[in-house]
């Protein structure tokens, strides 16, 4: 923890304690709007006359916008360092924002929402290489865990006041409170952050591409435990509110502290995955199988609970189910990234940040449509416990393999 924290060596213009909140904020500021969106969804519906399945196209435009550019920003990132990439991103992201108050006709909002979401992939991009850049030569688990909170924060305090901004502001003057916090946060963050050091000249790859089959085998295991555990982040964030509605009765505003409780489990889950992954000494496939079996176990729960709960046991539930659902993303990223040479380190995290999307992309249509076929939320939910179960099972395998290869070497020194 010392080592963490200590102001030496520290490659920022401030220490360790006010960068990472500077990150944090950061990453806050973009997941407001992005899960905000998602959030919003309800009021989407309403206003134009969704379906549930087209309600989910909301989630998928602004996913899709992200998952198209995310690898492009990570490279970026790379290549001209994440202070400049953040601070003509963060402009860029506020003003498409700002897009959303002239808006008008479905199709429109999901176009407009597609490159909105390829805009504020330059959030998640440029803040994950920044963090792991200035703690090189620190452990990361716990310092990407705190900067990756920054994603549920921003989905509990979007969950918590946009349906009361809504009703007080109205639902147009919501974009207005957008397009200020990402500048000041994007700014804030961009302004602490050293300048990008000149690249050095670029290294031949091996002969046979082998420098990227390398780093290609660094990304895919992460990429893929990403795009299959976002499936319950997102369809926790997408449609709690309209099942706590609808089957539970609660008024939205209500449904909305329940959403919050789960985006705070999946802070909390966020910071105490990567602190255990530190003590584990830098292990991350066993703390991601807790992840989805945590997942697992507690979408099975939403799914056989009662019309009629009290409110305080609802909040309990969804707090673990979002701890498990939500809490694992910096595991994938930091996976990755220590999986490949440091100069590609931005770009192999958002590679799986961009799988994260994808998958928050194509699960929320397919479990509206599924829902509005069945009407009934609780076959929706057991289905995605059976998904996050094999993908416990998938982790746990992933993890033997890393176990076998890293003996691999002993034994053959050995013989």
Not at 302 to 309: F, G, I, K, N
Request: charged share 10%; proline share 5%.
């Amino acid at each position: 923890m010392s080592k963490t924290f200590e102001k030496q060596g520290f490659r920022a213009r401030v220490g360790p304690i006010p960068f990472l909140a500077a990150a944090t904020l950061s990453q806050t500021g973009m997941s407001f709007v992005q899960q905000g969106i998602v959030v919003m969804g309800v009021f989407f519906a309403q206003l134009y006359h969704l379906t549930l399945a087209q309600m989910g196209l909301v989630t998928t435009a602004l996913s899709l916008g992200v998952t198209t550019s995310m690898v492009i920003m990570g490279a970026v990132a790379d290549r001209i360092g994440p202070r400049r990439l953040l601070f003509f991103g963060t402009g860029f992201m506020a003003l498409l924002s700002l897009g959303l108050l002239k808006v008008t006709g479905f199709l429109a909002l999901l176009l407009l929402l597609y490159v909105l979401g390829a805009a504020l992939a330059v959030a998640p991009a440029s803040g994950t290489k920044a963090v792991f850049t200035a703690f090189q030569d620190r452990p990361r688990g716990m310092v990407m865990g705190i900067r990756q909170t920054g994603v549920p924060l921003g989905a509990l305090l979007s969950a918590s006041l946009l349906p009361r901004l809504v009703r007080s502001l109205g639902f147009h003057d919501v974009f207005w409170v957008f397009f200020i916090e990402l500048l000041v946060f994007g700014w804030t963050f961009s302004a602490v952050m050293r300048p990008h050091p000149r690249p050095p000249r670029a290294v031949p790859a091996p002969e046979g591409g082998g420098r990227n089959r390398a780093v290609l085998a660094g990304i895919w295991r992460p990429a893929l435990i990403a795009v299959l555990l976002v499936s319950g982040q997102y369809l926790l964030l997408g449609f709690s509110l309209s099942d706590l509605h609808r089957v539970h009765h609660l008024s939205l505003a209500a449904a909305g502290l329940i959403v919050a409780a789960a985006q705070l489990g999946g802070g909390v889950g966020r910071v105490v995955t990567g602190t255990i992954s530190d003590r584990l000494g830098g292990s991350k496939t066993l703390v991601l199988v807790g992840c989805a079996a945590t997942g697992a176990v507690m979408s099975w729960v939403v799914a056989l609970l009662p019309a009629s709960v009290p409110f305080l046991l609802l909040a309990l539930v969804w707090f673990f189910f979002g701890a498990g659902a939500v809490g694992w993303n910096a595991l994938t990223m930091t996976w990755a990234g220590e999986s490949v040479p440091p100069e590609h380190s931005g770009f192999a995290m958002s590679s799986v940040g961009t799988s994260a999307f994808l998958g928050s992309a194509i699960f929320p249509p397919l479990f509206g449509a599924f829902v509005d076929t069945t009407h009934h939320f609780n076959w929706g939910w057991g289905l995605l416990g059976i998904l996050l179960a094999f993908t416990g099972l998938l982790a746990w395998r992933f993890g033997r393999e890393q176990a076998r290869s890293a003996r691999a070497p002993l034994a053959g020194a050995g013989s």
